[in-house]
């Protein structure tokens, strides 16, 4: 069995990487989450209990009623009212640009594993989550459901190597947030390179519709710091455009671009009251499933 140290590692993106199994993923990610936190993320949640039925394969323990069965000799789960807390709509960034890496995991393969986990955790509180996938358009939609069957649809959907098109968020949050007609949480999990004003301004829709929001601005840690040191050929992976260039000739004014991008979104995310949260692909993966989860805790 492995030891608490040896869970822990799989919040290391490239440890979590090497795994081809979406569901393993998830299922390591929190696993090692919960017990960097000493403690589980599971409580807090209002669940109506129902009845008992007999236990079967394929329940899972944690719903054994312990004290029955000491009563009985026979092991009865609880069944649960179908109430969902929440409703949770991951939508997915999956362009072209999402497969830069300057390393062993690229942009795409970090969000997959943060959606993967994410998904894991909501289900197994019984919220409902759902998926949509878009590059310049919604690629692929799962409507948000809490049933634990339900996750293996979500992680089906979730490829390292499989990218759409060109990025075209405006459109593609617009028509989303016309087509969420119950409040709840929008997580969004994208590079963000389009025109940051037009993503705002699907953003403030979600916002107008009452939903919750949360931004994960996912980046690889060479597309802050531009710290090439040679000349370099740049290809644009969603135009196919190229320059060669000597890095310092640019770095500069790169840099900067990149860094008032940043702030650009800090400060209109935080006037319209949306969690923003700038990850790179070499950060632990705990710091998503962290701000979710104090997310989870104000909604309360």
């Not at 993923?25 to 949640?45: K, M, T």
């Not at 008992?52 to 009563?71: F, N, S, T, V």
């Not at 098109?165 to 709840?184: F, Q, S, Y």
């Not at 979600?206 to 597309?223: A, G, S």
């Amino acid at each position: 069995m492995a030891s608490p140290t040896d869970k822990r590692k799989y919040l290391q993106p490239e440890t979590v990487a090497m795994l081809n199994s979406m569901a393993l993923r998830a299922r390591l990610v929190v696993e090692g989450y919960i017990i960097g936190q000493h403690r589980s993320p599971y409580h807090g949640f209002s669940v109506e209990f129902a009845e008992h039925r007999a236990y079967g394969p394929g329940d899972e323990i944690r719903h054994i009623d312990w004290k029955l069965y000491g009563k009985t000799d026979r092991l009865y789960v609880k069944q649960y009212e179908e109430e969902t807390n929440l409703r949770a709509h991951l939508i997915l960034d999956t362009s072209r640009s999402m497969l830069y890496s300057s390393g062993k995991v690229s942009k795409l393969n970090y969000a997959n594993s943060l959606i993967a986990a994410l998904s894991y955790l909501m289900i197994n509180q019984q919220d409902a989550a759902g998926l949509v996938q878009f590059s310049d358009k919604i690629d692929s939609f799962i409507p948000p459901k809490s049933k634990p069957s339900h996750l293996n649809a979500i992680l089906t959907q979730l490829d390292d190597e499989k990218a759409g098109n060109d990025t075209k968020i405006e459109p593609v949050l617009h028509e989303m947030a016309e087509r969420i007609k119950k409040r709840g949480l929008v997580v969004l999990v994208s590079d963000l390179l389009d025109d940051p004003k037009q993503i705002m301004n699907g953003l403030k829709h979600f916002r107008h519709q009452k939903q919750e929001v949360i931004v994960f601005h996912i980046l690889d840690r060479k597309e802050l710091e531009f710290d090439f040191n040679t000349r370099t050929k740049f290809l644009d992976m969603e135009t196919g455009e190229e320059i060669t260039t000597e890095p310092w000739h640019i770095r500069s004014s790169y840099t900067d671009l990149i860094s008032g991008l940043q702030k650009f979104y800090q400060k209109e995310c935080r006037q319209h009251l949306i969690d923003y949260v700038p990850i790179f692909t070499d950060q632990n993966l705990d710091l998503g499933l962290t701000e979710y989860l104090n997310k989870r805790k104000k909604l309360g």
